[in-house]
């Protein structure tokens, strides 16, 4: 029987999952107001959420999803982390089943394809105010965009593959901050988990696996791989059909990685999904129940990971851009495309005076609604 701590963890991140829009830094300031700084339901402390923080933002895979279970863990060990990722996880992939199922019949209608259309362009707003947030407190380093221009370089020709890109310049931010490396690096395990071995079921777990286990970053720094692995080498998902599943992944609640939901309905149905959303959550569920915790007093002493961290920021700031450039580079023709893009940056950026607090699913839901009223020539 499940005592009432775990349900209490249960029922707030099922909460946090169904109604946190806005990403994954939204999210995450959500879960330190409720929880650590509310008295009255205080789960972990102001400075182990920051320090926690901190250090997750070092660790592959989805940051949001990785403190949740982590707070549900200082709570009540293995389960308390069960539940609380199950949560916020939970209804975004119920969303995102849902899309998938109608997801023909919505891009037949004129009306709603042209609304999700609207609401990709205002997606890639979204996203490259995401990467402004993402490197804001490096925004006055040289050094940091000397890498960034390297890695999206590197990754629009695809000199260096993604994974090594990543890590590696992550690496090379540590040894040009002529820091003596004196400590030794931690040995951290791959785990090789096995599918059932049906089509595309392996594939899928595999590569949404492996971009969980080994993407430094927020979500997004999830889509370079995804795209490059479902879309390019695979040729499983049209790149129009990766954009809309990460619209709707903007669109719903939760971590926007759940976007991988809809991209395994699209390529193996519900065993896809399942197969996709399980690969792509189970390495930082693993991190995070097994050594994590421990670890985490150890790394924050150590001078080296910050600027490791300042490095893969740096790739994945890069990298991301160039897979926004690859997501959308069939649209910039379109004057609809620029106008709702750059509508939907200066709403973020709070530009306009009488419009000061709006959120991304309103900011989502204006550019679908002002292309719609486009097509119509209204």
């Not at 695979?234 to 991209?263: C, E, H, K, Y």
């Not at 973020?348 to 009488?354: E, M, S, T, V």
């Amino acid at each position: 029987m499940i005592d009432s701590s775990v349900k209490k963890i249960a029922q707030y991140f099922l909460y946090l999952g169904t109604t946190g829009f806005g990403g994954p830094i939204a999210l995450i300031q959500q879960m330190r107001t409720d929880l650590a700084e509310n008295p009255e339901n205080r789960m972990i402390t102001e400075q182990e959420f920051d320090q926690a923080f901190t250090m997750i933002k070092a660790m592959p895979g989805p940051v949001a999803f990785q403190m949740a279970v982590y707070i549900g863990v200082k709570q009540k060990k293995f389960w308390g982390g069960f539940f609380a990722g199950l949560g916020i996880i939970f209804p975004a992939f119920v969303m995102m089943v849902v899309l998938a199922v109608f997801y023909d019949s919505i891009i037949q209608n004129q009306t709603l394809s042209r609304a999700v259309q609207g609401a990709q362009y205002a997606v890639a707003s979204v996203i490259i105010m995401g990467l402004y947030k993402l490197s804001k407190m490096y925004h006055a380093q040289i050094s940091f965009w000397v890498f960034t221009v390297f890695a999206a370089v590197s990754f629009y020709f695809k000199f260096i593959p993604e994974t090594f890109l990543i890590i590696g310049t992550g690496v090379l931010f540590v040894l040009s901050s002529l820091i003596p490396l004196k400590n030794k690096l931690m040995n951290l395990g791959f785990f090789v988990i096995s599918a059932f071995d049906k089509d595309r079921l392996i594939p899928i777990f595999k590569d949404s696996f492996q971009t969980g286990a080994l993407v430094f970053g927020t979500g997004l720094a999830a889509f370079p791989f995804l795209q490059t692995a479902f879309v390019d080498q695979r040729g499983w998902l049209d790149l129009q059909t990766f954009n809309d599943a990460i619209s709707f992944g903007q669109m719903t609640p939760g971590p926007v990685t759940i976007a991988t939901t809809f991209m395994g309905y699209k390529m193996a149905h519900f065993p896809g999904a399942l197969a996709a959303t399980i690969g792509l959550f189970l390495p930082a569920f693993i991190h995070m129940t097994t050594w994590f915790p421990k670890a985490l007093d150890w790394l924050s002493r150590q001078s080296w990971v910050t600027h490791f961290i300042a490095g893969s920021t740096a790739a994945v700031v890069g990298c991301v851009f160039v897979t926004v450039v690859n997501m959308n580079q069939n649209e910039f023709s379109q004057s609809s495309f620029w106008f709702i893009a750059i509508f939907s940056l200066i709403l973020q950026l709070k530009l306009i005076p009488r419009i000061k607090n709006i959120s991304i699913i309103q900011v989502i839901g204006l550019g679908a609604l002002i292309n719609v009223i486009i097509y119509y020539g209204v």
